[in-house]
T-cell receptor, first 115, second 111 residues
Framework: GAVVSQHPSWVICKSGTSVKIECRSL??????MFWYRQFPKQSLMLMAT?????????EQGVEKDKFLINHASLTLSTLTVTSAHPEDSSFYIC???????????FGPGTRLLVL | KQEVTQIPAALSVPEGENLVLNCSFT??????LQWFRQDPGKGLTSLLL?????REQTSGRLNASLDKSSGRSTLYIAASQPGDSATYLC??????????FGEGTQLTVNP
């Protein structure tokens, strides 16, 4: 159990367009989901924390109007990169957990390339 | 602000060697520490999780230790194999369930 999926795994888009990435917990209900970004040769950086049914909490320096997060159900969270630019090209990874003090289970990641 | 450092950044060893990866963190107020494995272009696989009250955890050929007071953890890999080649990430969990990651150690095990 505790499988997290992401879709798509790869996306290439033109500068100025918006891209939506889905994160699903396949076999458990996730009260909290996390979104991370990883640039090449760097570690994961937490972007935001989302709890089902409430607004996401963004980390300092992450623009909430650019990275829209929706956690409408206990098994799905979406990250929309609005008006994407080449500097948004990165590897985006989500994680999900059942409850407080539970471990986080990570998705396989989505690689975004903005041309 | 919590900072996590991993040493070395890269390590290349011949098959069969025992090796140690190091992780240090600046704020000892952690809930737990976790070691992950990341293959190129892939997500994270959790290897070991050590609660703040524990000193070590073992899984197969892997052993992780935690010295919370000194802000250090080590991951020991016994009898390394080419399949162990990957990037190993250390992460500490602090208040608000925030995970702070180190930059990883890229391990290559040569046949």
């Amino acid at each position: 159990g505790a499988v997290v999926s992401q879709h798509p795994s790869w996306v290439i888009c033109k500068s100025g367009t918006s891209v939506k990435i889905e994160c699903r917990s396949l076999d458990f209900q996730a009260t909290t989901m996390f979104w991370y970004r990883q640039f090449p040769k760097q570690s994961l950086m937490l972007m935001a924390t989302s709890n089902e049914g409430s607004k996401a909490t963004y980390e300092q320096g992450v623009e909430k109007d650019k990275f829209l997060i929706n956690h409408a159900s206990l098994t799905l969270s979406t990250l929309t990169v609005t008006s994407a630019h080449p500097e948004d090209s990165s590897f985006y990874i989500c994680s999900a957990r059942r409850g407080i003090k539970e471990t986080q289970y990570f998705g396989p990641g989505t690689r975004l390339l903005v041309l | 602000k919590q900072e996590v450092t991993q040493i070395p950044a890269a390590l290349s060893v011949p098959e069969g060697e025992n090796l140690v990866l190091n992780c240090s963190f600046t704020d000892s107020a952690i809930y737990n520490l976790q070691w992950f494995r990341q293959d190129p272009g892939k997500g994270l696989t959790s290897l070991l999780l050590i609660q703040s009250s524990q000193r070590e955890q073992t899984s197969g050929r892997l052993n992780a230790s935690l010295d919370k007071s000194s802000g250090r953890s080590t991951l020991y890999i016994a009898a390394s194999q080419p399949g162990d080649s990957a990037t190993y990430l250390c992460a500490v969990e602090t208040s608000g369930s925030r995970l702070t990651f180190g930059e990883g150690t890229q391990l290559t095990v040569n046949p």
